[in-house]
């Protein structure tokens, strides 16, 4: 599976942006999906998983409520939509895929084994 994540850009504080992840493959509709960031001088860290399904979703604790993870498996994409953005939110973001199929999704960054290049989302206040 081959993922490239685009859609990052410049956003106030309080705006909205939505970040896709296409992928490449026929099998896409059957890896979980996580999205990662990285803010500057930090570790990358985990924001949103959707299983292969679409049917249960994930997110860290910072994003709950404001971020919505989706997936369109007909399209080979999934997608995150990042409502009341913060400062904080700034970093560049990662989509990655699991490297089993049919598996349900993963907070941790090492059951993601196929990555896509990152996507810069910087917000301003």
């Known amino acids: 599976v081959q993922l490239q994540a685009s859609g990052g850009g410049l956003a106030q504080a309080g705006g909205s942006l939505r970040l896709s992840c296409a992928a490449s493959?026929?099998?896409?509709?059957?890896?979980?999906i996580g999205w990662f960031r990285q803010a500057p001088g930090k570790e990358r860290e985990f924001v949103a998983g959707?299983?292969?399904?679409?049917?249960?979703?994930y997110y860290a604790d910072s994003v709950k409520g404001r971020f919505t993870i989706s997936r369109d498996n007909a399209k080979n994409t999934a997608s995150l939509q990042m409502n009341s953005l913060k400062p904080e939110d700034t970093a560049v973001y990662y989509c990655?895929?699991?490297?089993?199929?049919?598996?349900?999704?993963?907070?941790?960054?090492?059951?993601?084994?196929?990555w896509g290049q990152g996507t810069l989302v910087t917000v301003s206040s």
């Open positions: 493959g026929r099998t896409f509709s059957t890896y979980a």
């Open positions: 959707i299983s292969w399904g679409g049917r249960s979703t």
């Open positions: 990655a895929a699991r490297g089993s199929p049919y598996s349900s999704g993963s907070y941790y960054q090492k059951d993601y084994v196929y």
